[in-house]
């Protein structure tokens, strides 16, 4: 017989073999797995109706108010948003929530292989918006050009954002901006799973093209020599910028043919062409497009189509000289 040191020695060896088994196996199932999710869902795949476009964010909660006395009260009281990486080799866009639906950064870098980020808020103002920009590394700015960005009437729930934000704790806002770092991490490494991309699993009864129509129709009908004392305020600080080094390029983007109407009806769509060609920036007019582009409400493109239009004005800006070389 083995003495008994001995059998307990060979029987701690299959033991040991054994556990290790279990732990293999779990290990290759997994790397299978996530081998045969990133063949299903690449990061490089084209969004479905909602876009894929993984970018750190953060508040610009601290920004004074760009009301200035004796004029109606605007939305230049709000929460301004910043996507992507304060880089001063990169392009900036500056607009509004049409900007955040219509542009991918992720394929704006890809194609222009620079770093590119934007500036907006929900009927963002352009004061607000440019005082945002000053904060910032200097940089190209493609400005994406709306009437509604001149000037639309004071809305209560704008300020609420920024106050709810200027409210939290130094913690709050910490832990914030890590939980954002490693979603936006994950995403990059691991794309999540999108049921958009499956229009039997999607309720496209959400999707309401013309839903934004009459919101503007109502918009725009009112404060028309606001907004053109605005237009006038507004090309004299992108001439500023311009004098401080920044180069502006600016873009008016696609919209339901409808609501294309209705902006220029109210308002003279040459004054952008015009105000363009005095500051000498180059200028894309992406009205005209006869719906190639689907929206959501009329107003904001949905994700596959924000893509292929990305595409078509990345092909625009490298044709303006703003892609790097590789």
Aim: neutral net charge; contains cysteine.
């Amino acid at each position: 017989m083995q003495p008994m040191d001995q059998r307990r020695s060979s029987t701690s060896r299959f033991r040991g073999a054994r556990g290790v088994a279990p732990i293999l196996g779990a290990s290759f199932a997994c790397a299978a797995l996530l081998a045969a999710w990133l063949v299903a869902f690449p990061v490089d795949r084209p969004s479905g109706l909602v876009k894929f476009d993984p970018m750190p964010r953060r508040w610009l909660a601290e920004l004074p108010s760009a009301i200035q006395a004796g004029q109606p009260a605007t939305n230049s009281k709000a929460l301004v948003q910043f996507d992507g990486r304060d880089r001063a080799e990169g392009l900036l866009v500056v607009g509004d929530s049409r900007a955040s639906a219509a542009i991918s950064l992720r394929l704006l870098e890809r194609e222009l292989h620079r770093p590119c980020s934007m500036i907006w808020y929900g009927f963002a103002q352009y004061d607000l918006l440019l005082e945002g920009v000053r904060t910032l590394k200097p940089r190209t700015l493609l400005v994406c050009l709306t009437p509604a960005a001149l000037h639309v009437n004071y809305m209560k729930r704008m300020e609420m954002l920024l106050e709810r934000e200027r409210g939290k704790t130094w913690m709050r806002r910490l832990d914030d901006t890590l939980d954002d770092e490693l979603d936006v991490l994950r995403k990059q490494l691991l794309r999540p799973f999108d049921p958009t991309l499956y229009k039997s699993w999607t309720k496209l009864d959400a999707v309401e093209p013309e839903r934004q129509v009459g919101v503007y129709v109502d918009m725009l009908a009112k404060d028309r020599d606001a907004r053109l004392e605005s237009l006038r305020l507004l090309e004299d600080d992108l001439r500023a910028l311009q004098a401080e080094g920044r180069r502006i390029v600016c873009v008016r983007l696609p919209v339901l043919a409808k609501l294309e109407e209705v902006e220029d009806q109210n308002f003279d769509p040459r004054a952008w062409s015009e105000m363009c060609a005095r500051l000498g920036a180059p200028y894309l007019d992406s009205f005209g497009s006869h719906d190639a582009f689907a929206t959501s409400d009329g107003s904001h493109l949905v994700g596959s189509d924000g893509e292929r239009y990305t595409l078509q004005l990345a092909a625009w800006l490298e044709a303006q000289g703003l892609a790097l070389s590789e």
